[in-house]
């Protein structure tokens, strides 16, 4: 199990937990709330890094939002780098999963001196990728009105925990390469509840204007990419594009996986990790 911890900032209070030891890294989603379970995408970084699974704000116990712009990734950087100061931690690596891959970015744009290394795993550097065709969440995917409603249902705070459920699995069997791959999902502990305004917010706001393609080509640190061949989410080629952009990357293709890889090619995945240390 992970460590839970609350650290006191300049910004707010904020929940993390901890786990592994090793260089410290970074690891969060726009949108999830995580608890002592861990994640699935994070668990194999405890093997080579000291890890901390952050609770941004608005998420779980860490301080409240308290206006929309609160949401934003500007904002949560900002936060992040409260977090970094109050750890007493010069620089650290920031990984992310496909929009904690955007704001793994973002991160590098604004703060990079703050940074060791990004990690991003199907994720993408702008917009466009949700005018992809073969993105579920694209006007022309024959997913794409289910997916609205889904999203759209986790927005509702009464949703019974049940149907999120059955919700989230749904959403999460339009992004396996091979459907029977899916019960990886509930093997091991995890975490990543879907936080709805959050959601909401980057669905209306921050997708509307999210594009770091031209800043990315002055990004000086190390960028390590992977993704899934049949990414259904964030299409493989807009992980192409981060590593022809970024001048110090490098990019690891899983040919069986569609969005998650950490559980499609587990065994490929922990050598991605590896790489990257």
Known sequence: MWQKRMVDTARGTFELFEKGEGQ?????????????????????????????????????????????????????IRDLEAIRQALGIQQWAVAGHSTGGMLALKYAVLAQDS??????????????????VNSIYCQLNPNFNRIREIMNLFNNPDLPIEQRQQLSQEWTLMSFYNKDNLKKCYKNPNSGKTVGERLDYFRKVEYQI????????????????SAGLHDAQCPYRFSKEMVELLPFAQLMTFEYSNHFPFFEEE???????????
């Open 267 to 277: 065994e490929k995945f922990e050598e991605f990790v590896a790489s990257t240390c």
């Open 24 to 76: 410290p890294l970074a690891i969060t989603h726009l949108y999830s709330e995580y608890n002592e379970r861990g994640n699935a995408f994070a668990n194999p970084f405890t093997n080579y890094y000291k890890v901390y699974l952050i609770n941004v704000r608005g998420v779980g116990n860490s301080v409240k939002a308290e206006q929309q712009d609160d949401f934003s990734m500007d904002t949560t």
């Open 115 to 132: 940074l060791t290394k990004i990690i991003a795993t199907g994720s993408a550097a702008s917009q466009e990728y949700a005018m992809d």
């Open 210 to 225: 999210f594009d770091v393609r031209e800043q990315l080509k002055s990004v000086q640190i190390p960028a390590f990419i």
